[in-house]
Nanobody
Framework: QVQVVESGGGSVQAGGSLRLSCAASGSIFSINAMGWYRQAPGDKRALVALITSNGGTNYVDSVKGRFTISRDNAKNTVYLQMNSLKPEDTGVYRC??????????WGQGTLVTVSS
């Protein structure tokens, strides 16, 4: 089983930047993809960015060119660099990890608030 802990959320004005981190522990050898989901108030949880074990990335269209997901396999950590933040980026960001056994692990979430 894999456990994940997020950090790096906070409040920022529109146009600002934040960096989220997610550290994994436990059965790290089984980790496949890592990523970030966002749940805005009143909305369903939705994928923001994903990175596979070989470095392939996928982003939701609304963050392309502004957000960058990266992964440090030596530290078992995934990062989400968020630039040019907009109020619509506000939400709870949850780290996601999938394993080679097709199981998922989720972090508790970190709140990002972008004010206009």
């Amino acid at each position: 089983q894999v456990q994940v802990v997020e950090s790096g959320g906070g409040s920022v004005q529109a146009g600002g930047s934040l960096r989220l981190s997610c550290a994994a522990s436990g059965s790290i050898f089984s980790i496949n993809a890592m990523g970030w989901y966002r749940q805005a108030p009143g909305d369903k949880r939705a994928l923001v960015a994903l990175i596979t074990s070989n470095g392939g990335t996928n982003y939701v269209d609304s963050v392309k060119g502004r957000f960058t997901i990266s992964r440090d396999n030596a530290k078992n950590t995934v990062y989400l660099q968020m630039n040019s933040l907009k109020p619509e980026d506000t939400g709870v960001y949850r780290c996601y990890v999938s394993t080679i056994w097709n199981t998922d692990s989720w972090g508790q979430g970190t709140l990002v608030t972008v004010s206009s």
